[in-house]
Structure formats: C-alpha cells, structure tokens
C-alpha cells in the first residue's frame, strides 16, 4: 500500500480549529504516513504534534507557514524540518506575534472609525489558542456579531486589501523569510503559487534558497497543477503538496484531501543537507 503526507496542516496554534492532537487522529484515519505542521508565524503546534504521533506510526515533519510580502502581493513561505526549539526562527517567533497582535488592534480600530464597535481585541484574541491572531480570525468576529453572511464577505467588504478596516501586516520579504528558513536549518517552500499569482519571481526565489513549489493543492483544477508541474520542474524544485486544512475554520478542505508520495518528505530531506 503506498504511503501518502500532507504537507500543509494548521492547529488551532494559528488560525485551525483543530488541536494537536485530533490533526494527529485525522490523520491516523486518513492512513497517512507522514504529515508537516505547518501554522502561521508559530511553531507551538509541532513539539504536541509529535507526542501525539508518536506511538501510533505517523511521522511529524516540524514545520511553519511565514508570512511574507512582495510588492504589495502576500506571498507565504513554508519552511520544513526547522529548528523548531531553539535557533533564529525560534527567537523571531516573539517578533511575528506582537507584530500579529499589533495588526489586530489597528485593524479594529479601524472597524470602529466606521461604525463597528462591538468587537474588542480580546474577544478575537480568545478564538486563537496562543498570540498568532489574524484576518480569519477577525473575519469570524464579523460573522459571529451580524456584520457579514459568510467569511468571504468579511474579507471583500471589511478586511481585505484595499478595505476599510485593513491593516498592513509585518514587513518581511519571502527572500528574508527563505534565509531565516535556511538559517534555522529548514527547507523553503513556496506555498500555493496559483492563489499567489507570482510566477515571475519563482526563478528568483530559487536563487535565494527555495527549494521546492507547492503543486498539489485541494479543489485545484489539473490544469493548473499540470502547469505548476512544469514550472517546479523547469525551475529544479521539489513538487510538494497538502491540504492546508483548518479544521472546521475551512469545510472545503479537510486532513488527507490532498497529499503526496512519501518520496517528496524524502526530497525535502536529502534538499535540507544540501
């Protein structure tokens, strides 16, 4: 029976409603070999992760999804088989979260300039189970006191680029992410190039240190994987792929919907010693 790892998990450490331990059920269920942690400016999620997957035959790739931002286009980067204890990206996890907290306050304050006035930091602070509060958070808060239908609507009306109640977040370039991804003697991936939208700067961040492109991507049409393929190939990159589930937080995609070989973990292995 072949064996299968979704690269591309959150915890409710970031912005999933799942915890640790039921990605490591899931995912037990779901007959996966191996899974990555992978939550947003915070490696909390990994060392219970591990614990939990620790009898039952399930390897955990230690992992993070880094914000980063290119001319003015978000572009996120995952970072594999990091020092998740201790090293450069430990130390500037502190930076990412107060810089995450920072955002939310301001993002709020703008909401109420505009008349929302019945959200406070604290009560979106509560939805998330360490300091890595974001958007979608704050998008559920809207939901949840009437303002928008849907989450999608918060993000177009609310809290988007460009909206009202928008607030840039830290300022990191994915090339500084990629060494600080480097540094902490991880792998640099870049996560879901087809929501990006980037293409032109894959060469570039191949120069500094990616080494491998997210192809496989849940309700992603072939076509667009068929290109991506092309493009990780032309560009020697390592073609990775995942769910990227969030628990109840994203109902179209769930643990397992989208996976890859058990090879690619080894890729990203032998790429860490390269």
Same mark, same amino acid.
């Given at each position: 029976?072949?064996?299968?790892?979704?690269?591309?998990?959150?915890?409710?450490?970031s912005d999933s409603t799942a915890s640790p331990q039921e990605v490591v059920d899931e995912a037990v269920k779901a007959g996966l070999s191996h899974i990555a942690i992978t939550d947003h400016?915070?490696?909390?999620?990994?060392?219970?992760?591990?614990?939990?997957?620790?009898?039952?035959?399930?390897?955990?790739?230690?992992?993070?999804?880094?914000?980063?931002?290119?001319?003015?286009?978000?572009?996120?980067?995952?970072?594999?088989?990091?020092?998740?204890?201790?090293?450069?990206?430990?130390?500037?996890?502190?930076?990412?979260?107060?810089?995450?907290?920072?955002?939310?306050?301001?993002?709020?304050?703008?909401?109420?300039?505009?008349?929302?006035?019945?959200?406070?930091?604290?009560? *979106? $602070?509560?939805?998330? =189970?360490?300091?890595?509060?974001?958007?979608?958070? &704050?998008?559920?808060? +809207?939901?949840?006191? #009437?303002?928008?239908?849907?989450?999608?609507?918060?993000?177009?009306?609310?809290?988007?680029?460009?909206?009202?109640?928008?607030?840039?977040?830290?300022?990191?370039?994915?090339?500084?992410?990629?060494?600080?991804?480097?540094?902490?003697?991880? *792998? $640099?991936?870049?996560? =879901?190039?087809?929501?990006?939208?980037?293409?032109? &700067?894959?060469?570039? +961040?191949?120069?500094? #240190?990616?080494?491998?492109?997210?192809?496989?991507?849940?309700?992603?049409?072939?076509?667009?994987?068929?290109?991506?393929?092309?493009?990780?190939?032309?560009?020697?990159?390592?073609?990775?792929?995942?769910?990227?589930?969030?628990?109840?937080?994203?109902?179209?995609?769930?643990?397992?919907?989208?996976?890859?070989?058990?090879?690619?973990?080894?890729? +990203?292995?032998?790429?860490?010693?390269?």
């Amino acid at each position: 029976m072949p064996s299968n790892a979704d690269l591309h998990i959150h915890t409710y450490f970031s912005d999933s409603t799942a915890s640790p331990q039921e990605v490591v059920d899931e995912a037990v269920k779901a007959g996966l070999s191996h899974i990555a942690i992978t939550d947003h400016d915070i490696v909390q999620g990994v060392a219970a992760a591990m614990e939990a997957a620790g009898p039952r035959g399930l390897e955990v790739v230690p992992g993070v999804e880094l914000s980063s931002e290119f001319e003015g286009c978000d572009i996120h980067i995952l970072g594999y088989f990091i020092d998740h204890q201790q090293g450069p990206l430990a130390e500037k996890i502190n930076d990412f979260l107060d810089a995450r907290q920072d955002r939310m306050k301001r993002m709020i304050t703008k909401l109420k300039s505009i008349g929302i006035d019945n959200i406070e930091f604290e009560e *979106v $602070a509560a939805l998330t =189970h360490s300091r890595a509060v974001g958007r979608s958070h &704050l998008a559920m808060m +809207l939901l949840n006191k #009437g303002w928008v239908n849907n989450i999608r609507a918060a993000f177009e009306k609310y809290i988007g680029p460009g909206c009202p109640g928008y607030a840039p977040k830290y300022k990191q370039t994915p090339f500084e992410a990629i060494d600080l991804i480097r540094k902490s003697g991880g *792998v $640099a991936v870049m996560a =879901h190039p087809m929501l990006t939208q980037k293409d032109e &700067l894959i060469p570039r +961040l191949k120069a500094a #240190g990616l080494k491998g492109l997210e192809v496989y991507y849940p309700n992603t049409t072939e076509t667009v994987i068929r290109f991506y393929e092309r493009i990780a190939q032309k560009n020697g990159l390592t073609a990775t792929g995942g769910s990227d589930a969030h628990g109840k937080a994203k109902p179209y995609t769930h643990i397992g919907k989208q996976t890859v070989p058990s090879e690619v973990v080894e890729q +990203l292995r032998r790429a860490k010693d390269e």
